[in-house]
Nanobody
Framework: QVQLVESGGGLVQPGGSLRLSCAAS????????MRWYRQAPGQERELVAAITSAGGSTSYADSVKGRFTISRDNAKNTAYLQMNSLHPEDTAMYYCNALWLRQYWGQGTQVTVSS
């Protein structure tokens, strides 16, 4: 049974930081491209960041470049999203996604940026 479990969300003030984690089980984690998406109320789900299976390549949405960093630890079957200099517009539900021959989704973790 495949599971992706996100954690690390919460309430943070503008300018603050959070680190999201995505723990995978039931898959050969090192084969999967890992991606973080987010979805704010009333908006479409947006791709935020992606990292290739071995971690050799990353990509980011323009809105988060220079502030967010995606990484992974294949020994721990875990992907991360380090989010710095958070803005109120970063408020959303953040989802982990694993993609290889098919894709899997986590249940999401809420990030709220507010003073």
């Amino acid at each position: 049974q495949v599971q992706l479990v996100e954690s690390g969300g919460g309430l943070v003030q503008p300018g603050g930081s959070l680190r999201l984690s995505c723990a995978a089980s039931g898959v050969t984690f090192s084969r999967y491209t890992m991606r973080w998406y987010r979805q704010a109320p009333g908006q479409e789900r947006e791709l935020v960041a992606a990292i290739t299976s071995a971690g050799g390549s990353t990509s980011y949405a323009d809105s988060v470049k220079g502030r967010f960093t995606i990484s992974r630890d294949n020994a721990k079957n875990t992907a991360y999203l380090q989010m710095n200099s958070l803005h109120p517009e970063d408020t959303a539900m953040y989802y982990c996604n694993a993609l290889w021959l098919r894709q899997y989704w986590g249940q999401g973790t809420q990030v709220t940026v507010s003073s």
